[in-house]
């Protein structure tokens, strides 16, 4: 958006979602049971047609075209408020946005595909050296010994020596590998973490011989020691999915109340330990942690699920490098709702400023997207010269 | 709908509102303070999305089209239900559905101006008759005699004779021939109350020579009747708006917060004493009442006022002896979101059932309704085959 900016002579907006960052509704006692249940997407939605009603200064016709943009989640709210506000947004960009990845939608394990595929890609060894590491690193926590050495190797800051603990650990590796694959850029970035460019082809490095027991999970050390930039602090290991820049305890709700997205693991055709997706847990956890059951069916009846006929002026664009493309929308629906795939990409590389190792597909992509932005301001100023006529 | 139901093998499902009728969820709890925030058309239209999942088995891709209907109020749940919930409904007939009614987009008196016409129309006296009434009846509120004659003449429960008597009085007749007016059908109707046949013509011949005074007041007396459809008990007019069968205290306090609806009167175009809308009155009455400050632009930013363009498939019919018809959509948006004009019929005659003494414009409304609708259960038939195929 930064790039394309003064050439549409547009004003960027950066509209914090509700409960995420300093946009706390009850200060720090927002995440509180009694004020949580204000966290949904759909209050989010309200929130931006107010906010853009008033940049255009509560006009009964839109002074401005505005388009939205969004990656990710914030890829999917895009593609929803020009679903349900399209009288305040001319249109959507929506990067990266999973708005498939909903129970009964798309088969659970084929995120963690993706993600394998990436370490396969890098080198050949890579992923059956990571599918190998689980039984290492278990049979490592159920000794005193061994466990301490694994603590000292890979500097944690207490010892895995239990089965507890070696499922946190093995659940803080899972994340890591998925985050090195959603984020694994041409570029060196600070998306989620600061991370060199190609994250997983260096860390695969490490791993790019057949490997077993010590050495393996020395490699697996090594591949830690670049997911924390080196530092010198021991690892937390048990922060599991929260490490990182990202403060997610806002998702965390709404994964629990209408963003039910199935993701499991095979063993088979993934590099992990399998990991069946079981609603009814998940549902017990959700109602223990917020004292609610989550919707598996909510965001689909809501939002449409596959059902974006009536829809228009949205493009969803996927990296095929990104796990989340799982849950995309891959091929076009209509004339106007239409889908990008870019094959070097991970997760919204679109979204991100251009870079000198940007691949060719992404610099398509984004040219596609200013042909269609501008296709939309022109339907907008139209549509205005027209009333006004 | 039960005239064409058989006709397209259709099953008729009758949603009841959330917070009216029997569907209160809180018991007669329902509409206190602390209950109440769960009523909004938004809320409403949710509802409607699980009931209709749920009539199709909670199917990711919906098996049977669906079309919403609805009048008045509920010709704008129709309408809205389309905009918002296009993946769940085939198209909507909203008949009467005033979604224009809001601040600054139409005037306020348009709506009284259309009443008034109606009386014009009944007969050259009766307006005039109507209008010269206000200042007799405040003339007899104001002595015992008179107010006492009034009372006894009128039927009334209670005597008229203060001012703020008068004012109630006032209003309660100044909403009767309203109503008469949004009822006036070509057959005998208990829609609100029982009713004859083309009221305002039934009522307008008691007033179809210029009167005066107490002659007048009796005419006007004989107008009551009618509307009361002659019954022996007294006339308790302090109910005001809430005479008749329909119980609108749901209503009331969706005007209250997002269905604020301007209507005034100014004593020039139309028959009724000049009364202006008074934006800060009206929020004051409702800050006292519910504890809530109406948000004036809350349906237009939820539902797009005059920006209709990327909505589809829907149907807006209004009546032009409808009051009503002041807030509708009378052209034609686009080539899916279509005006229908009907010459001759009152509030949502068109969703009534057929009638010898219907008028041919209400006979070819209908006919349009069932074109549409075969066009979009056809659409959705074509749809369904192709995402099979």
């Not at 598996?296 to 969803?316: C, D, H, Q, T, W």
């Not at 190792?357 to 100023?381: C, G, L, T, Y």
Request: glycine share 6%; hydrophobic share 40%; net charge neutral.
């Amino acid at each position: 958006m930064w790039d394309i900016a003064a050439e549409f002579k547009a004003k960027i907006v950066f509209a914090e979602h509700r409960y995420y960052g300093a946009s706390m509704p009850f200060g720090d006692k927002s995440l509180d049971n009694q004020h949580i249940g204000y966290l949904s997407s759909a209050q989010a939605l309200a929130d931006y047609a107010e906010l853009i009603n008033y940049l255009q200064k509560n006009a009964l016709k839109p002074k401005y075209p505005v388009i939205a943009f969004g990656g990710s989640y914030g890829g999917m709210l895009a593609a929803y408020f020009r679903m349900k506000y399209p009288h305040v947004v001319a249109g959507a960009i929506a990067a990266s946005a999973p708005i498939h990845m909903f129970p009964d939608m798309v088969p659970c394990e084929v995120f963690n595909r993706i993600v394998t595929s990436s370490y396969k890609v890098a080198n050949s060894k890579c992923a059956d050296n990571i599918k190998k590491s689980w039984s290492f690193i278990r049979s490592y926590a159920a000794s005193a010994n061994t466990s301490e050495w694994l603590r000292q190797n890979w500097n944690l800051c207490g010892p895995a020596n239990s089965t507890l603990h070696a499922d946190v650990l093995v659940e803080f590796l899972e994340s890591m590998y998925v985050t090195m694959a959603m984020v694994n850029y041409p570029f060196a970035s600070d998306f989620l973490m600061p991370l060199p460019a190609q994250p997983v082809k260096v860390v695969c490095q490490y791993l790019n011989e057949t490997l077993k027991d010590k050495e393996l999970l020395e490699g697996i050390g090594k591949v830690i020691s670049v997911f924390t930039n080196n530092k010198k602090e021991c690892l937390n290991y048990t922060e599991g999915d929260n490490y990182g820049n990202l403060n997610a305890s806002g998702w965390d709700y709404q994964a629990c109340t209408e963003m039910v997205m199935p993701i499991c693991t095979t063993g088979k055709n993934d590099m992990f330990e399998p990991s069946p997706w079981n609603f009814t847990q998940y549902a017990e956890a959700c109602h223990k942690k917020y004292n609610v059951y989550p919707r598996p069916n909510m965001a689909r009846l809501e939002y449409g699920g596959a059902m974006l006929e009536a829809a228009s002026n949205i493009v969803f664009s996927n990296g095929l490098l990104d796990p989340w493309a799982a849950g995309g929308i891959l091929n076009s629906v209509s004339d106007s709702v239409k889908a990008v795939i870019i094959i070097d990409a991970a997760h919204h590389l679109d979204l991100m400023a251009s870079n000198p190792s940007d691949p060719e597909s992404v610099k398509m992509a984004r040219q596609i997207h200013k042909d269609n932005i501008r296709k939309w301001i022109d339907e907008f100023n139209r549509r205005m010269a027209h009333r006004r006529a």
